[in-house]
């Protein structure tokens, strides 16, 4: 790994998954860019230095990550990949927007941990953290402590807040402010 990981990370993301334009986004807003963050976490040198990344934000306790399919999938493999050299290691959950219609009906998919343990939920970009608290519902649904979430990119449009709100403390590797200087400085 290099001597700046995160510096790294910027790189590819400013590189593979920010753009400037005319984009409609997943709520219909307007918005003159767009992150796409799936271009790094599915690049094999962005996985390695997001599973390496966020798992140093995981707290001793934390047992489990997950988040909502398609965003985080590929954070929560890098993440647990990642873990499996640490005395530490950590499952991955993905969770489906809606329980599954047939065979168990399950909603979170992947090695469950016991009822009470903590898990963290993830999201790759967070917007208005509606996404990442769709996670945090259902894993605490299931009977898990969720009190921290991890993002790529925070686009400060109200995520954090609304996360807080729901007793969620959100850790952003970056900020959109850091792209978007990132990106100008070229």
């Known amino acids: 790994m290099s001597p700046?990981?995160?510096?790294?990370?910027?790189?590819?993301?400013?590189g593979l998954a920010y753009q400037e334009g005319d984009f409609v986004l997943s709520s219909g807003v307007k918005s003159s860019y767009y992150i796409n963050c799936k271009t790094v976490t599915l690049h094999p040198q962005g996985a390695y230095l997001v599973g390496h990344l966020c798992r140093a934000l995981l707290s001793p306790d934390t047992v489990?990550?997950?988040?909502?399919?398609?965003?985080?999938?590929?954070?929560?493999?890098?993440?647990?990949?990642?873990?499996?050299?640490?005395?530490q290691p950590v499952s991955g959950l993905i969770i489906r927007k809606?329980?599954?219609?047939?065979?168990?009906?399950?909603?979170?998919?992947?090695?469950?941990?016991?009822?009470?343990?903590?898990?963290?939920?993830?999201e790759d970009v967070v917007t208005t953290g509606q996404s990442l608290g769709l996670a945090v519902q259902v894993l605490r649904a299931a009977g898990y402590q969720v009190s921290a979430g991890i993002t790529l990119v925070d686009r400060l449009e109200g995520g954090q807040a609304y996360l807080?709100?729901?007793?969620?403390?959100?850790?952003?590797?970056?900020?959109?402010?850091?792209?978007?200087?990132?990106?100008r400085r070229g």
């Open 64 to 87: 489990a990550v997950g988040g909502l399919t398609l965003g985080a999938d590929p954070m929560v493999t890098a993440i647990s990949l990642v873990s499996a050299t640490t005395p």
């Open 4 to 14: 700046n990981p995160r510096q790294d990370l910027l790189e590819l993301i400013t």
């Open 164 to 183: 807080a709100a729901m007793g969620v403390r959100l850790t952003a590797l970056f900020t959109l402010s850091d792209i978007q200087a990132h990106y």
């Open 98 to 122: 809606e329980p599954k219609g047939h065979g168990a009906r399950s909603q979170i998919e992947g090695p469950l941990p016991p009822a009470g343990s903590q898990v963290t939920a993830v």
